[in-house]
């Protein structure tokens, strides 16, 4: 449970796993910049995922801002439990249909 990242050929995923909060959101700023300042794709699996705090939410968010200002690929991949989805939507941030777009449109 938690946090894993693996880099591929020119992108990384990231797989967020179990419940993710304030305890755990050091190891996912410190996952997302490895990622980001690398200048590859970021891929976010969240299908293991089943809790995710504002504090992990806005740190996804901000990277995903990041890379889009960067031209950077950022997105979800792999289907997105209700519960997390249902945060998203709660929290007033679009972030996940955003990045479903962006990779439809890619």
């Not at 910049?33 to 299908?47: K, P, Q």
């Not at 901000?62 to 991949?77: C, L, N, S, W």
């Amino acid at each position: 449970m938690g946090i894993t990242r693996t880099s591929g050929e020119g992108s990384y995923l990231i797989r967020l796993d179990g419940k993710i909060d304030i305890e755990s959101a050091e190891e996912l700023k410190a996952c997302l910049l490895v990622a980001l300042r690398d200048n590859r794709s970021v891929h976010i699996s969240l299908e293991e995922l089943s809790e995710l705090d504002v504090t992990a939410m806005q740190l996804l968010l901000a990277a995903a801002r990041y890379a889009q200002a960067r031209t950077i690929g950022f997105e979800f991949t792999g289907e997105i439990p209700e519960a997390v989805e249902e945060a998203f939507s709660q929290a007033g941030l679009q972030i996940l249909s955003e990045s479903r777009e962006a990779g439809e449109n890619a």
